[in-house]
């Protein structure tokens, strides 16, 4: 099993150890590259080994062409895009698109994606199958500019839940779901945490309109970058307040302070998605700030300035009882930490008990 997947105690490239954990995985720092925003064209001008993990654009189960152009418009605080799901489908991302990654230590986030319940779960057949790393996946449910599937799925928690489900029956290895900022947020992560999936990413873009100037034709695409941290830096409070599941914050990250913004809302790592295409330098430049500033308060790890010593409390059970856990998604239940998981399989077991 490769290092990234066990449970161990913190280890940082650097002195000062940046590393971070979510569920039973721990990355060496807090930074993922999120989904469509970075692929094996951009390894040379940002290497993967800057980020704790690499997220892949979208596989589907069929090779998907996207919208006809323009896909991309670049507006005030950020990016409206209009890919739509564009890649050469599942079997030719095994085959071409994964051995890329695979020469680089970087943990691998493979963006699983579809246009019903079934493709989605056929396409995680097809990479269990055939990938036998230690990759984690994230369904994107989310994915605002195709008219089929992608949010429609967050929209229809029936749909929801039956993907969940099955895709749990499916794999072992972890799964994430990358949630729409739209939509009850309650609903989709209950059903997230019933369901067992290790960490929720929250959020994709939003669904945003554009005129385009030349034409005066109009678009929909999904907004990101600085134009929406402090909406989803809201929907992180949320939900944190509402899950004990380890969250990662997703949408106009590209500074330290962002970062931290995100950390301090009891996130455990984030993705940086259009910060990557405006300055390439933003995850060097993070890490760099990030190792200083730890360094000036005389920290060896990120951890003890998130969690400094005594910080842990015991919060009352919840009535479904899961914990509403404020310091990161862990809990004390009679002197011992449990992450989220265990938490939910600790109440699994008291109710079949109890029955
Ligand atoms: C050009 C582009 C392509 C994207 N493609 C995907 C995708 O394939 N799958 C997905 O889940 N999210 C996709 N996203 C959304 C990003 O992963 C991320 O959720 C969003 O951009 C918000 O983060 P940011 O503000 O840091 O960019 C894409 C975003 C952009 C800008």
Same mark, same amino acid.
């Given at each position: 099993m490769d290092r990234y997947l066990m449970p161990g105690k913190l280890t940082g490239m650097s002195t000062v150890s940046l590393e971070v954990r979510i569920g039973d995985l721990f990355l060496k720092n807090p930074l993922i590259a999120a989904s469509g925003t970075y692929g094996p064209d951009s390894f040379e001008l940002i /290497? /993967?080994?800057?980020?704790?993990a690499v997220c892949t654009k979208a596989v589907t189960l069929n090779p998907v062409e996207g919208n006809k152009p323009p896909r991309l418009f670049e507006v005030k605080g950020g990016l409206i895009n209009r890919i739509g799901l564009q890649n050469p489908g599942v079997n030719q991302f095994i085959g071409d698109i994964y051995p890329r990654y695979c020469q680089y230590d970087t943990p691998v986030i493979i963006n699983v994606a579809g246009f019903a319940v079934n493709e989605y779960l056929k396409v995680l057949k097809i990479l269990e199958e055939n990938i036998k790393d230690s990759v984690i996946y994230e369904l994107n449910i989310s994915c605002p500019n195709v008219e089929k599937g992608g949010m429609a799925i967050a929209q229809h928690l029936p749909s929801l839940k039956r993907l969940l489900t099955k895709a749990r029956e499916i794999t072992n290895k972890p799964l994430w779901v990358k949630l729409p900022p739209q939509g009850d947020l309650n609903k989709l992560l209950k059903v997230s945490e019933e369901t067992l999936v290790e960490a929720v990413v929250i959020a994709n873009t939003y669904r945003a309109l554009v005129i385009d100037k030349e034409t005066g034709e109009i678009y929909i695409g999904g907004l990101s970058g600085p134009a929406i941290k402090h909406l989803t830096l809201n929907l992180v409070n949320q939900a944190r307040q509402l899950t004990p599941l380890p969250i990662i914050g997703c949408g106009g990250v590209g500074d330290l302070e962002s970062l931290m913004q995100y950390l301090k809302l009891g996130a455990r790592a984030v993705q940086l998605g259009t910060s990557l295409f405006s300055n390439p330098d933003t995850p060097s430049t993070i890490i760099s700030e990030l190792t200083n500033f730890l360094n000036t308060k005389n920290l060896n790890s990120l951890h003890d300035y998130l969690h400094p010593p005594g910080s842990f409390k015991v919060i009352d059970k919840r009535e479904k009882g899961v914990g509403n856990l404020q310091l990161g998604s862990q809990k004390s239940i009679k002197g011992r930490v449990f992450n989220a998981r265990n938490i939910i399989r600790v109440k699994e077991i008291k109710s079949d008990e109890d029955s």
């Amino acid at each position: 099993m490769d290092r990234y997947l066990m449970p161990g105690k913190l280890t940082g490239m650097s002195t000062v150890s940046l590393e971070v954990r979510i569920g039973d995985l721990f990355l060496k720092n807090p930074l993922i590259a999120a989904s469509g925003t970075y692929g094996p064209d951009s390894f040379e001008l940002i /290497p /993967p080994s800057l980020f704790g993990a690499v997220c892949t654009k979208a596989v589907t189960l069929n090779p998907v062409e996207g919208n006809k152009p323009p896909r991309l418009f670049e507006v005030k605080g950020g990016l409206i895009n209009r890919i739509g799901l564009q890649n050469p489908g599942v079997n030719q991302f095994i085959g071409d698109i994964y051995p890329r990654y695979c020469q680089y230590d970087t943990p691998v986030i493979i963006n699983v994606a579809g246009f019903a319940v079934n493709e989605y779960l056929k396409v995680l057949k097809i990479l269990e199958e055939n990938i036998k790393d230690s990759v984690i996946y994230e369904l994107n449910i989310s994915c605002p500019n195709v008219e089929k599937g992608g949010m429609a799925i967050a929209q229809h928690l029936p749909s929801l839940k039956r993907l969940l489900t099955k895709a749990r029956e499916i794999t072992n290895k972890p799964l994430w779901v990358k949630l729409p900022p739209q939509g009850d947020l309650n609903k989709l992560l209950k059903v997230s945490e019933e369901t067992l999936v290790e960490a929720v990413v929250i959020a994709n873009t939003y669904r945003a309109l554009v005129i385009d100037k030349e034409t005066g034709e109009i678009y929909i695409g999904g907004l990101s970058g600085p134009a929406i941290k402090h909406l989803t830096l809201n929907l992180v409070n949320q939900a944190r307040q509402l899950t004990p599941l380890p969250i990662i914050g997703c949408g106009g990250v590209g500074d330290l302070e962002s970062l931290m913004q995100y950390l301090k809302l009891g996130a455990r790592a984030v993705q940086l998605g259009t910060s990557l295409f405006s300055n390439p330098d933003t995850p060097s430049t993070i890490i760099s700030e990030l190792t200083n500033f730890l360094n000036t308060k005389n920290l060896n790890s990120l951890h003890d300035y998130l969690h400094p010593p005594g910080s842990f409390k015991v919060i009352d059970k919840r009535e479904k009882g899961v914990g509403n856990l404020q310091l990161g998604s862990q809990k004390s239940i009679k002197g011992r930490v449990f992450n989220a998981r265990n938490i939910i399989r600790v109440k699994e077991i008291k109710s079949d008990e109890d029955s």
